[in-house]
C-alpha cells in the first residue's frame, strides 16, 4: 500500500480560533469574500472580505502559518528581493484572535533607500451567521452601513436592521494619517532603509450595545480567557511517550487540540466546543463526551463541562425548542439565524442522550477524583435529569427511551446518530419517529448505575439501591427486545411499532462500553464488529456496508466516527476482547498517521483500507480539530491499559494487553484523586504487560474486569 502522510481535511482554508470567535482565510491568510472565510464573533461573520494593497499592488503571501491555535503569521514580497544594490521589502501580516482580532501589517525593508508606499485597505461585513457561510446560502439578510470618525481614526460597520444589533468597529493605528476614501483605508506610509512602518486594526465587534475587546499582539500568552484556559490546561494534561512514533504523536497533537478548543467563561472555562470551523457552541452531549473520553489526560474539563451542563437544564414545555423541565442543553448558538429565531438553537434541547449522559459522566468524574464537594453541587442536577427521563423519556411506559420531535425546525434524530437519514430500516428506509434506539437504552443502564454509586456516596443508599435494580431489570428485558441471534448483534433500535429495526451498525459498541451486553454473547458482538463489512481497517463504520444504505461518504450511514473508536475500544477492553481491540486501535493510529500532525478529522469515510484506497477520505464538511476525535486517541490509550479508577479507594486498577505495535509506553503525570503517578508499561517477548508506578502514594492493583473474567469462563 502506498504511503500517504499529511492529508488536510480542508486543504483550501486555514482557521485559528480562541472561545466564541474565529477567523477562517484562504491558505495564504487572505480574506477573500469567498465562503466561509470570514472572523466570525459569536457566530456572527463581522469581517466578510479584507483586500490590501501597497504601492498599487496586491501582495502574494509566499509564507504563512498558524501559530499557537489563536494567531496566525504570514510573509509576502513587496520589492525586487534579488535586486543589487537591496530593494528588498516584505510585508508582514500577523492576526491575533480573541474576542475581537487584531491585525498588525508590518513593511519591513531592506532597500537602500527610502519608501514612500501607499497602502490600501478595503474592508467588508455582511453580518451572516455560521452556518450561512459553510452553507454558502442566507436564511437572512441586510444592507451594511458605513461610517467613518476622523477623529477617533475608526470605521464602524453596521448591520442595518431593526431585528438585530450588531456592529463591528474597527479602528486604525499608524504613523502617518489614515483617510477612508472610496470605501478603503488609506494611509501613505514611509519605511527608512533598512526600517520598518506599521499599521495596526483592532477589530471589535458591537453585540447590543456590548463591545468585544481586540485582544493584545502576542504569541506566547494568553490573547484572552478562553487561550488563558487552554493554557492552564495545558499545564495539567498528562503526557504520553512510547516506543511507537504514530501513538506518541497522536497523543500529543490530541491533547494540543484539547487546549485549544475551550470555550473559556461564561461557558466553562475549559469545556470544550465541540469543532472547528463549524462547531464553535455549547453542545451538551459532544462537550462532555470529549470531557469523559479525555480524563486519562485529566478530570479539569469533564468538572467544567458538567457545571456548564448544569447551567443550561430545561425549565418549563416548549414545543419550539423541544425542551421540557429537567431535559438538557443540546446546542446553543449565538448567530442572527438563532438570534432571529429561524432556527430554535439559542437554546435546544432536542437530543436523548444527554440526560443519561450527564448522570454517567457525573460518576465516572467522582470514580477519577473522588470530589465529593462537585458532586453535591451538581446533585440537583442529577436529580433533574432522572425526573425528566422517568417523566418524558418513554412516554409510552414500555420500558424503553424513545425520542420524538416537537420542534418545526428540530432534530428528527435524537440520539448519537442525529442526522435526519442515520436511522433506517434493513430495506434501507428511514425509520419514522418515534424511535427507540439501542445506544439509548445502553446510556440509561448505565446512567442508572452510576448515579446509584453517586447518589449512595452522598448519603442515599436507598435510592441508590433502587436504581440498582432498575438497572439490572433493563438490562434483561433491554436483551430479550433487541437481540438477533441470527446475526450475532443486536438491532438499531425498536421502531414506532416496536419492531426491531434489523440494520447492522455501531451502535454495538457503546452497548460493550455500557456493560449491558451479557457476557455470554460479548465475544459474538465484538467479532461481528470486527467483520469485513463493518470494520474498514480504519474503524468501525456506523452502518454495515453490506445494507442497502449504504454510502460511504455519508455522515451516519456507513461514515468512521473515530469518536466511536474510543467508546468501542473501551467496551472491548471491557469483555477483554483484546484482538478486536488491537485491530480497532491500530487502525485508528494508522489513520492518524495520515493526516497533517496526526489529528484525526470529525468524520472518515467508511472506503476499506485496501491497495485500492491508500487513504479513507473524509466526510466532505468535517470539523478538524474535533474535540471528541482528539479525545478518542486518549480513551484508546485507556482502553489498552483497561485502566478503572477508583479514587474514593485511593486505587487504580487496571490489566494492561499491549499490542506487538506498541510495546512500550509511559504516561507522565496521570491524575486519581489526589495522587499524581507517572505509569510504564512495557510488552514482554511472551505477550505479558508489566506495569511500573511512581509518583504520590496510591495502590496499583492488576485486575481484569468483571465481564472480562466471565467471559473467559464462557470462553473455556
Known amino acids: 500500500m502506498s504511503r500517504v502522510r499529511n492529508l488536510r481535511v480542508r486543504p483550501d482554508l486555514l482557521y485559528v480560533a480562541s472561545g466564541w470567535s474565529t477567523l477562517v482565510t484562504d491558505v495564504r491568510g487572505r480574506i477573500t469574500g469567498t465562503d466561509p472565510q470570514g472572523f466570525f464573533a459569536r457566530n456572527t461573520r463581522v469581517l466578510s472580505a479584507e483586500r490590501l494593497t501597497v504601492g498599487g499592488r496586491e501582495p502574494v503571501p509566499f509564507s504563512t502559518a498558524n501559530v499557537q491555535g489563536h494567531a496566525q503569521l504570514s510573509y509576502a514580497e513587496l520589492g525586487n528581493g534579488e535586486a543589487l544594490p537591496s530593494r528588498a521589502a516584505y510585508l508582514l501580516v500577523e492576526r491575533f484572535v480573541g474576542d475581537g482580532l487584531r491585525i498588525r501589517l508590518t513593511v519591513v525593508s531592506y532597500a537602500q533607500q527610502p519608501l514612500t508606499l501607499p497602502m490600501r ?17 442566507r436564511l437572512q439578510c441586510g444592507d451594511v452601513g458605513a461610517s467613518w470618525d476622523p477623529g477617533e481614526q475608526e470605521l464602524l460597520l453596521t448591520y442595518l436592521r431593526d431585528d438585530l444589533d450588531r456592529a463591528v468597529a474597527i479602528g486604525v493605528r499608524a504613523e502617518a494619517p489614515v483617510r477612508y476614501v472610496d470605501d478603503a483605508l488609506a494611509v501613505e506610509i514611509t519605511v ?83 469543532g472547528l470551523p463549524i462547531y464553535q457552541e455549547i453542545f ?28 443550561h437544564v430545561g425549565r418549563r414545555v416548549d414545543d419550539g425548542r423541544d425542551e421540557e423541565p429537567g431535559k438538557p442543553l443540546h446546542e446553543a448558538r449565538l448567530g442572527p439565524v438563532s438570534a432571529l429565531g429561524l432556527n430554535p438553537f439559542t437554546h435546544y434541547h432536542g437530543d436523548w442522550s444527554t440526560a443519561p449522559d450527564f448522570l454517567v459522566f457525573l460518576g465516572q468524574y467522582f470514580a477519577w477524583t473522588g470530589d465529593l464537594d462537585t458532586v453535591r453541587d451538581l446533585l440537583p442536577t442529577a436529580r433533574r435529569a432522572l425526573g425528566w427521563i422517568d417523566r418524558y423519556a418513554d412516554p409510552d411506559r414500555d420500558g424503553f427511551l424513545e425520542y420524538h420531535c416537537r420542534a418545526r425546525s428540530g432534530l428528527k434524530n435524537q440520539g448519537w446518530k442525529d442526522s435526519d437519514t442515520a436511522i433506517v430500516d434493513e430495506h434501507g428506509q428511514v425509520v419514522p419517529n418515534p424511535i427507540a434506539t439501542s445506544e439509548l437504552q445502553a446510556y440509561w443502564y448505565a446512567a442508572l448505575r452510576h448515579s446509584a454509586v453517586v447518589f449512595a456516596a452522598t448519603g442515599h443508599p436507598a435510592l441508590g439501591a433502587t436504581l440498582l435494580a432498575r438497572a439490572r431489570a433493563l438490562r434483561r428485558r433491554f436483551h430479550r427486545a433487541y437481540w438477533m441471534p441470527d446475526s450475532g448483534c443486536y438491532a438499531m433500535a425498536l421502531g414506532p411499532d416496536k419492531r426491531q429495526v434489523r440494520s447492522v451498525n455501531s451502535n454495538d459498541g457503546h452497548l460493550l462500553a455500557t456493560g449491558i451486553v451479557p ?22 463504520r456506523t452502518l454495515s456496508a453490506a445494507h442497502p444504505a449504504y454510502n460511504p461518504f455519508s455522515y451516519h450511514r456507513g461514515s468512521v466516527w473515530p469518536v466511536e473508536a474510543g467508546t468501542i475500544g473501551v467496551g472491548l477492553a471491557r469483555y477483554g476482547c483484546w484482538a478486536q481491540l488491537h485491530r480497532l486501535a491500530e487502525g485508528m ?32 464538511n468535517s470539523c478538524s480539530p474535533q474535540a471528541w476525535s482528539a479525545s478518542s486517541v486518549i480513551m484508546l490509550v485507556q482502553a489498552l491499559l483497561a485502566l478503572r479508577p477508583a479514587a474514593p479507594l485511593r486505587t487504580i486498577i487496571v490489566d494492561p494487553h499491549l499490542p506487538e505495535w506498541l510495546p512500550e509506553l509511559r504516561l507522565e503525570g496521570v491524575q486519581v484523586g489526589r495522587a499524581t503517578v507517572d505509569l510504564t508499561v512495557r510488552r514482554g517477548r511472551g505477550g505479558r504487560t508489566s506495569i511500573r508506578a511512581r509518583g504520590d502514594r496510591i495502590a496499583v492493583v492488576r485486575r481484569p474486569t468483571m465481564q472480562a473474567m466471565a467471559a473467559r469462563r464462557h470462553r473455556s
Do not use: K
Open 519 to 540: 457476557t455470554r454473547v460479548a465475544p459474538l458482538v465484538a467479532r461481528r464488529l470486527l467483520a469485513p463489512d463493518m470494520f474498514s481497517g480504519w474503524g468501525v
Open 589 to 620: 493510529f494508522a489513520a492518524a498517521a495520515l493526516f497533517e500532525e496526526h489529528r484525526l478529522p470529525e468524520v472518515l469515510s467508511g472506503l476499506p483500507r485496501d491497495d485500492a484506497h491508500p487513504h479513507p477520505g473524509v466526510y466532505p
Open 192 to 274: 527608512p532603509p533598512g526600517g520598518s512602518s506599521r499599521v495596526e486594526l483592532v477589530v471589535e465587534p458591537v453585540f447590543d450595545g456590548q463591545r468585544l475587546a481586540a485582544p493584545p499582539p502576542t504569541f506566547t500568552g494568553p490573547a484572552d480567557a478562553a487561550t488563558a484556559a487552554g493554557a492552564r490546561l495545558a499545564r495539567e494534561l498528562t503526557r504520553l511517550n512510547s516506543t511507537n512514533f504514530d501513538v506518541t504523536a497522536a497523543w500529543r497533537c490530541a491533547v494540543d487540540d484539547l487546549t485549544v478548543l475551550p470555550l473559556g467563561e461564561p461557558a466553562g472555562p475549559t469545556a470544550p466546543m465541540a
Open 121 to 137: 485597505i478595503h474592508l467588508a461585513a455582511d453580518f451572516a451567521d455560521t452556518s450561512e457561510a459553510e452553507a454558502g446560502h
Open 284 to 311: 451538551g452531549r459532544d462537550t462532555m463526551t470529549a470531557s469523559w473520553q479525555a480524563l486519562l489526560a485529566g478530570p479539569t474539563m469533564l468538572a467544567d463541562s458538567l457545571r456548564l451542563n448544569a447551567r
